[in-house]
Structure formats: structure tokens, C-alpha cells
């Protein structure tokens, strides 16, 4: 066990204070000795899955070893295409706390219309990270904050692999396979695991096939580039 | 191994009423009922649970079913919600005054009007007085964990149980919860036994008008006027404490889970600011807590697990040590205060407790309530103490009409 973190010089003791890309470069060192909380919120429209997302999320990570995790929808009425929001929690610890995510430490966005909404003012950690269903790169993007943007045409690859529903592309389970790639948070076999607690076997096969080609087809650039604590296959 | 699924406070509750096996289950399935109803139904249709399933068209109804399934000997079980509970509150007085061991779950939610959906604790605080015994949960494994218990309380001291749980925060939240083995339910919870049962074989007419005094009846045999039948139930009440800490005592010894009795302590032993409130508030508070106590303020968390019967000794031993008090509670007394605080108020009347106390009400309506709005509330209560000022003061956190 090293004295101190690689990246930023942390100590244990200090890890709280962290300023750095949200604590996710300590976990290869302290993982299950510290208390770090990742708090991951999914914009999206009803209908499009953002809260099965946000379970399937859940489900991976705790296989992943988090023994804290929790998943919640948006506190009011869905109705089918207005904009709502899910949320994950991922802790090395149980999770205390219920109310709603301030800023997040991770946004996926499957609808790019709502990226502004989104990334506003405070609803984004300084250093945190963007996920976002678009076929522009990160660059093209431009945000204005200080975040991490990743970019992934999740919707090409839902029409790829005929991965549809009433008729619309499903995009959020590519949108894990890019989480996973951004964040190196939680690897793709858990998140495999994750999806086969949440639907049928030729389901989760099939939509497993289009999350690991979004894994490879995500693009991201930010000020700092350890997000990516995983390698590219 | 443990058998551990990531669910929500109502698919929690649902596998813990299918656990507990009872005869006969009755809802009314339109809002404010939750999912839960919904997930016992599809047990009984698979036949996953032997049990009837009777969909009813009010609460009053849901409720009077309940009543008179358990009269005639089944373990019963029904749900619902703000408005529906305020629908049976006639009949939350017959189950109680019958000393039917009625289980229901109150998924705590805002009462209209106006409408709401969200969560407050107003409709179960409103029922407070129905000779209910009322037990609130501080995370998904305690809801399943305390419906158990509360059929074993329920059974024992023949008073209905109202396990209350947090709506949307808790009934939609998924989170890891510990599934019992079956047969370890059948081990803690023995088959229910009615004090009366009524059949044609041998016909009996109860709760018939009582005289203001005690009677003889046909048979030669004084019985009991209303009122000894009142102070039966207030009496069964003040023994309910021990049944209630020994159903959680012995549920603790066989899952290594342990939720507190009455209630449960968070870092108190050298605590001098305590944060207390009932449901998942005071789990949020534990957070507050660990946040003061990083800025060297001694926190800690007394959460209130029963309110009916109110622990008042526990609370006195809990709270003698602190030099201040804040409350965040999910209910108020129009024209007074918090019901929490009251109570806390009265139980310290006659001890050494000179503690002040500041009552926040918090998060009506599903108003989101953040661990650092929690830290600064009682931060603030603190230092307001501190600088001598030992009012008790009633303050509306996050809320900012005029």
C-alpha cells in the first residue's frame, strides 16, 4: 500500500479534502479502506430507460464489490418524452443519505438536447464528467465548465444492432459501456453481470454486444485524462 | 450464502409480508397506494403466497376487510398512504379497540390539500391517537425487517402495528437488502393465535354497545364497562415496549441485524449536540453527524423507532448527557409544534433534562432535505446555546414564504 496517491500526492488521512478528479484516482490504492462516494445522475426523456440505466448501474457496481449503492428516479409523475432524471450512488460504505444529488460527479446525458440543462450552473462537480449520446466529438462540444466531456452515438449503435422500443432507439444501455469507459469506475464484465439481473438472457446478450462496442467507440477529452484508469481493448 | 437484492422500500416490504405468510391481504389499488400492493398481487397470482387477495373500492373498506378476516382468525395484512390512511381512520380505531393484531404499512406521504404526493410523516402523525403501536424505518432493510417483527409485536400484545416508511425516499429507492431464509421466519414468528374467534359453531356477539359501568352479563359474569376496556389497551401499551425490544432483540441474535427496540443510538455516549427524528431523516442525520464531528463539535443521532408507545425512559437516558437538542421532524401540530418535540419535552418534565430544544420541521411535501442543511441547523441550535440563549424555538427549515 503506497504512503500517497499517485496523482495528486493525497494522503489517507487527507482524502476527504480531495480536490482532485472526484476521488476516483484513489480508489486503486485505498479501495474499501476509504469512504468515497460517487454520485452519478442520468438525464434523459420518459421512455427511454434512464431509470432501468441507473439500477443496471447499481447492480454492477455492488457485484463490483460496493457495498453501498442506491438508485432512485426522479421524485414526481413520468410521462413519456419529458425530460427526467434518475440517479446512482456508488460508496465503499452503506449509503446514509437520500436526498437528492446537488452535483454530480458523473452526468450521462442520453438525450443531447438536454445537455445544457444538464451541465448548468452547479448540477456538475468541478473536474467531474459528462457522458453524452451525440455523434459530435468531445471537442465539437466545447463545454464551458471545468468537466470531462465523453461522447458516444449511442443511438447509431442501438440502430446497429436493432436494439429499439415502441419503435425508438434504446440508447441507455450503450450509454453504460461508455460510462465504463470514461470512468473506469466499474469494469464491462460487472456491468454484464448487472444487465443479466435486470432482463432476459437474449436480452441482455444483445444489448451487451452494443455496449461493449460503444466501450470502444467512446471519445473524451478533458483537463485530466485519468478518468480513463482502464485500458482500451 | 445471503441472499442480498438491490430493491425498493415497497419490494423490501412486499418479501417481507410474503414472509411472513398471511391469510388474507386487502387493498384498495388506486393512489395514494404504492407498488406494494401491486407486487403482493403478483405473488398471490403466481401462487408464490397462499393467501386471499381482496381488492376493495375505499380504504375504509381495505381496512374493515382486515378487521374482520382477523376476527375470524387469519394474519392480515393491508397498505396505503396519506388521504387513504385518513380514509380509515374510523376503522384504525375499531381494529385497535377490537385488540386485533392488524399489520399495515403507512408509505409516510404528504396529506391534501393540496395534493401531494411526496413524503411527510402528517398522515401517520394524524392517526397518532388510534391506539396504534406506530414503528418508523431508517432504510429498506429495516422496512422488511420490522414488518416481520411487527406481526410477532402485533401477535403478542393483541395491538395492531403500523410500520411506517418514507414515500419516494425510501418505497422508491433502491438500495442492497439481506432476504431471510423462510424458514428462519417461521422460527421467530409462531402461528398466529386470535383471542376470540368467531364461527356458527359457537356464535358470539362482540363489540356490541358497552354501559359507561361494569355489568353482569346473562350469564351472571361482571364484565368490563368501556372504560376498563380503554385502560386494558392503555395498559397492554405500557408492555408493548419490552415486546417490541425483545422482537427486535431476538431478530438481532438470528440475522446480526439490529435496529434499535424503541430506539437507536448513533455516536451519543459523549455527544453534546443530539440529532434525533424519526425515519430515513435521522439515517440522513448520522451524515450530519460524522460533518460536525470533523469540525470538532460532539454529534451524534438518537433515532426514534417507535412513537407509539413513545420510549420515554430510553429517551431520558439517551438525551441526559446533551447540552443541546435539535429535532427535524416531518410533522407539525398546527397552533403548537413538531409532535416529536413534545413528546421529548414531556418525557424530560420531572428529570434533570434542562436541555433547550429547537424544533425544525423539515422537508413537507418531499422538500429535499441535504446533510449540510442538517449540519447547519444544528450547528447553529448549537452555538445559539452556546451563547446562552436556552429558548426552545420552533424554525421552518428551507421554507421561505412570508
Redesign the interface.
Known sequence: MPAACHFCGITKQQIKRCKGPWAICHMALFLGEIMAMHEIIWHGRGGQGVVLAAQILAEAAYIQGFPGVTSAPTFGPERRGAPLTASTRISNESIRTFSQIGSADIAVILDETLFETATSEGRIKESGLVIVNSTLTPQQIRPVGNFTVATVDATGIAREYHLSMNGSPVVNTSLLGALSMASGLISLENIEKGLKKKMPQDKASLNFQAIQTAFKRTLYVGSNPKFRTQEKS | MSD?R?ITGNEAAALAVKLAEPGVIAAYPITPQTKLAEVLSEYVESGELEAEYIRVESEHSSLTVCISASTVGARVFTATSANGLLYMHEQLHWAAGSRLPVVMCCVNRGVGAPWS??NDHQDSFSQRDTGWIQLYCR?NQDILDTIIQAYRIAEEVYIPVMVCY?G???S?????VEIPDAGMVKKFLPPYKPHTTLSPDDPKTINSVFFATRRENSEGILCDGYMDMRHKLQTAFEKSGKVIKNASREWAAMTGRDHGGLIWEYMTEDAELILTGMG?IA??A??AADALR?EGIRAGVVGIRAYRPFPKEEVVQAFKKATAIAVFEKCISYGYEGGVCSDLKAAFYGTDIKTPIHDYIVGLG?R????GEIVDAARTTLESIRAGKTGNKTIWLNCYTG
Open positions: 442480498v438491490i404526493i411526496f432504510d418514507d419516494f425516499i425510501l422508491h429507492t433502491m438500495m442492497p430515513s439515517t440522513e448520522t451524515l470533523d418531499g429535499d432535505v441535504k446533510t
